[in-house]
């Protein structure tokens, strides 16, 4: 008939179908940061909390949750704060489905939704920062110009969100660009990656200092930036002493004075950027043992090139007589041999050589426990 307009039957089923699934997009929910499921899923130490989002700035802190009633899951991010331009200097996030391969995805400017799961009922799912610039601000301010900004979770109505099971116990990394996993991402000997390269290079999960946590069945916490040193570091990244207390130059880390909550190991490995005063090392040191039990083991690594070998062993020994802390450990693996992407930072297997090499000693130390599931 004139004027009516005929549709043919895949047509009409495409149009039904978009329309469906466009009227289910909008009668989704979201879980808010606020959520006590979603608070209690996040690494200790290094996320700021704050009633419309949460942010962290340091490569491979994680959120841990099982989903509930959704088979749907969207991390709701902004990238409004970000101070770079350079799309290549964006956070890279990774994640896992049920304990699968993980995946990796970088934030794009305005983007706001990462779908990280589709057609899994009650999917269990860990995120971590894979990739992070090391040249834009990592501290001032509430928000720091480079970190993660996560705004939500969108899953399907009814859905819900519930921390997964997780160690009791908490291991604290302490490092430079080699804990950190500056580099781990690139094949041996593919070269010092480019300045606006560098988050790309990145896997904070195959840091030697994570596979340590994981083996003796710690859960992770880290305050680990490339270009740092006892003294402080890129990006206005303030002395040890002052970190310790503050996740950014406006907000504090501690609660009641102590690190909250509260770590069993702290590992320690910094010197690779250059020789620290003594001074740097037993204020650090001091400052730190105020903030954990006396039980904590806090443990010194000397960098696995050598470098600051001599100063930083001098000044651990200065602050353990001194302060007479017996459960403050010096740990020189002597010379390690492994893969690197330049020379100087790990490949994901050169951090698996570091680890081995580290195993036996921090055996007497931490004491043998079995692996985390």
């Known amino acids: 008939m004139k004027g009516i307009t005929t549709m043919t039957r895949p047509t009409a089923l495409a149009a039904i179908l978009g329309a469906l699934l466009q009227g289910a997009s909008l009668f989704g929910a979201t879980i808010p940061v606020t959520d006590g499921g979603v608070l209690s899923g996040l690494s200790p130490f290094n996320w700021v909390c704050k009633d419309d989002s949460i942010s962290s700035a340091v490569n491979g802190a994680s959120i841990t949750l099982r989903f509930k009633g959704t088979r749907r899951v969207a991390l709701q991010v902004a990238t409004d704060h970000l101070a770079t331009k350079v799309a290549a200097r964006f956070p890279i996030i990774a994640w896992s489905v049920n304990g699968g391969v993980p995946q990796a995805h970088q934030l794009a400017a305005k983007e706001d939704s990462v779908l990280l799961s589709s057609g899994v009922a009650d999917p269990m799912i860990e995120l971590y920062i894979k990739g992070m610039s090391p040249f834009e601000d990592r501290y001032s301010g509430d928000v720091p110009g480079n970190a993660l900004k996560i705004t939500g979770f969108a899953v399907d109505d009814g859905g819900s969100a519930t921390t997964a099971a997780l160690p009791d116990k908490v ?31 990145e896997d904070g999960r195959a840091s030697y200092g994570y596979l340590l946590a994981r083996h003796y069945g710690y859960r992770e916490a880290r305050i680990a930036y490339g270009g740092y040193n006892w003294g402080g570091g890129m990006a206005h990244l303030p002395a040890l002493g002052t970190l310790i207390d503050q996740r950014t130059s ?14 069993d190991v702290v590992l320690i490995n910094l010197g690779e950027n250059g020789a620290p005063a003594e001074a740097a090392v037993t204020q650090a040191l001091g400052k730190l043992r105020s903030r954990v039990s006396q039980d904590a083991k806090i443990i010194v690594m000397i960098p696995v090139s050598g470098r600051a070998r001599a100063e930083v062993t001098r000044a651990f020994n200065s602050y353990r007589s001194s302060a007479k802390d017996e459960n403050a450990h010096l740990v020189d693996l002597g010379r390690v041999t492994f893969a690197t992407c330049d020379g100087q930072h790990p490949t994901a297997a050169g951090h698996q050589a570091i680890f081995a090499a580290a195993l036996p000693v921090l055996d007497a130390i931490v004491g043998k426990t079995a692996k985390a599931k």
Do not use: C, F
């Not at 070269?191 to 390269?197: E, I, K, L, N």
């Not at 406006?250 to 770590?263: D, V």
């Open 171 to 201: 291991w604290l990394n302490i490092g430079d660009s080699i804990m950190s996993g500056d580099g781990a991402a690139y094949a041996q000997q593919q070269g010092r990656p480019p300045d606006d390269a560098w988050a790309a290079s």
């Open 250 to 263: 406006t907000l504090s880390r501690l609660s009641g004075e102590k690190l909250s909550p509260a770590p």
